[in-house]
């Protein structure tokens, strides 16, 4: 089973400015990589993934992540967050289809 | 749209109580998932489901157990509800693998034991 680590448990940000989320997970052969967005009190929903072809991938809500095979990472990125950003953001692996999980990173947007 | 659903967003059980947790999806999907989530811990996988009437343990089955009767039904049981059970859950389908895309989410149900 995949192993994956967020590396930061709290990213506070300003708005319109940009965010970097991070996220490595154990290497492994034909690994999918995905990242989940969790309002309040709601459920998961998919920002991006990644399954293969091109390695930088676009998501919802001006959202990309760049998937790197050799440092076994995938980090996510935005250029520019709103206050509606706020939220835990979820990286997940899998290489058949049981998903592991990071911890989450809660992004708090200030103005 | 895919859609999985919980039966219920809030619960409040009594300890030594047996709870179900009601989920169903309307894909036909082939897997589906029961997870935990804590703060700090992230999601955790209690159990999984690659057809009707298989199951498999996850990472943490201990006080857990499923059922999974028809494809689009698969129900977490807990035996007796104790306090350290309080958590959000969260349930999931996705294809199976061979044309895997990925896993959706319910909206979970958030469990309180008193």
């Known amino acids: 089973a995949q192993s994956v680590t967020q590396l930061d448990s709290q990213v506070p940000v300003f708005e319109e400015a940009p965010v970097e989320l991070r996220c490595n997970y154990s290497?492994?052969?034909?690994?999918?990589l995905f990242w989940y967005v969790q309002y309040p009190n709601q459920g998961l929903q998919l920002l991006l993934k990644?399954?293969?072809?091109?390695?930088l991938v676009k998501g919802i809500n001006g959202f990309e992540a760049e998937f790197n095979k050799s440092q076994t990472s995938f980090h996510l990125r935005k250029p520019s967050v709103h206050i509606s950003d706020t939220a835990e953001y979820f990286c997940a692996a899998t290489n058949d289809y049981k998903l592991s999980f990071g911890a989450g990173t809660t992004v708090t947007v200030r103005a | 749209d895919v859609k999985v659903t919980q039966s219920s967003r809030y619960l409040v059980k009594r300890t030594g109580e047996k709870v179900f947790l009601e989920c169903v999806q309307d894909?036909?999907?082939?897997?589906m998932f029961w997870y935990r989530q804590d703060p700090g811990l992230g999601l955790r996988l209690i159990y999984f489901s690659y057809d009707v009437k298989m199951k498999e343990k996850g990472d943490i089955p201990e006080g857990y157990s499923v059922s999974r009767e028809k494809k689009e039904r698969f129900s977490l049981i807990l035996e007796s509800a104790s306090t350290n059970q309080t958590s959000m859950y969260l349930c999931?389908?996705?294809?199976?693998?061979?044309?895997?895309?990925?896993?959706?989410f319910g909206q979970g149900t958030r469990l309180t034991v008193v």
């Open positions: 290497s492994s052969v034909s690994v999918y």
């Open positions: 999931a389908s996705s294809p199976r693998q061979g044309r895997y895309t990925e896993a959706f």
């Open positions: 990644y399954l293969s072809g091109s390695t």
């Open positions: 894909m036909d999907h082939e897997n």
